[in-house]
């Protein structure tokens, strides 16, 4: 496969626990990945020096576990990102789409409750025109655990349209997702090691196999 795949992750782990497991698949069949995160963690937003460091440290590490062809960090401040102008984020983004050339191109869901999340997706939606990114074959919307499941429910939900099995990168997953440690925390928050193990059963039962990943397909030119 001689696919270029982006995913547009809001904040650092948004790929792992949207599209984690595909992203090590599309890898293994020979796929070039690559990742974009909108966001960055800044003192101005009330981040500490310690924490920024370690985030670093995190970003870089995971990097390395995806083997990411590469990253993409916009810098936007993160849980202020409504505040930046859409034309701004777009412009920023484009770089990244022209230069990457993607094929697939993996998006936040439109109505995740984090306003950043919302903004992120208006401004990378924009950069799918087959007009002016003619290299963008299909775009998909990923699910992410304390985001999506708290969208709206009047005809907002997430109803996934595209399966993809990932019961033989599951495990790698998990190990990527532990290295953001700060995010993960015990049973019954969202982003727990049981809630996201619970989501990847349910999206495998549906598929007919152990582990799935879901989305959904907004294009698809072939």
């Not at 505040?83 to 789409?97: G, I």
């Not at 984090?114 to 963008?136: G, L």
Request: charged share 20%; glycine share 6%; with cysteine.
């Amino acid at each position: 496969m001689n696919q270029s795949i982006l995913v547009v992750a809001v904040h650092p782990d948004d790929e792992t626990l949207g599209c984690g497991g595909n992203l090590l698949r599309l890898r293994e069949e020979g796929a070039k990945i690559h990742w974009m995160i909108v966001t960055a963690m800044t003192e101005d937003c009330g981040f500490s020096h310690d924490a920024i460091a370690r985030r670093a440290s995190e970003i870089a590490a995971v990097a390395q576990m995806y083997g990411f062809t590469s990253v993409h960090s916009l810098g936007f401040p993160a849980t202020r990102l409504d505040e930046v102008p859409l034309s701004q984020l777009v412009a920023a983004m484009s770089k990244v789409f022209q230069r990457v050339q993607p094929n697939q191109v993996f998006l936040p869901f439109l109505h995740d409750v984090h306003s950043d999340h919302q903004h992120a997706f208006a401004a990378a939606y924009s950069c799918t025109k087959t007009f002016r990114y003619p290299s963008v074959r299909k775009v998909m919307m990923m699910e992410t655990l304390s985001e999506t499941d708290f969208a709206l429910s009047a005809g907002c939900g997430f109803v996934p349209n595209m399966f993809v099995d990932i019961s033989g990168q599951f495990t790698c997953k998990m190990q990527i997702l532990r290295v953001f440690e700060s995010e993960l925390r015990p049973h019954p928050f969202p982003r727990s090691v049981e809630a996201i193990e619970a989501l990847a059963l349910l999206r495998g039962a549906a598929a007919g196999c152990r582990y799935a990943e879901s989305f959904v397909i907004l294009k698809e030119i072939q």
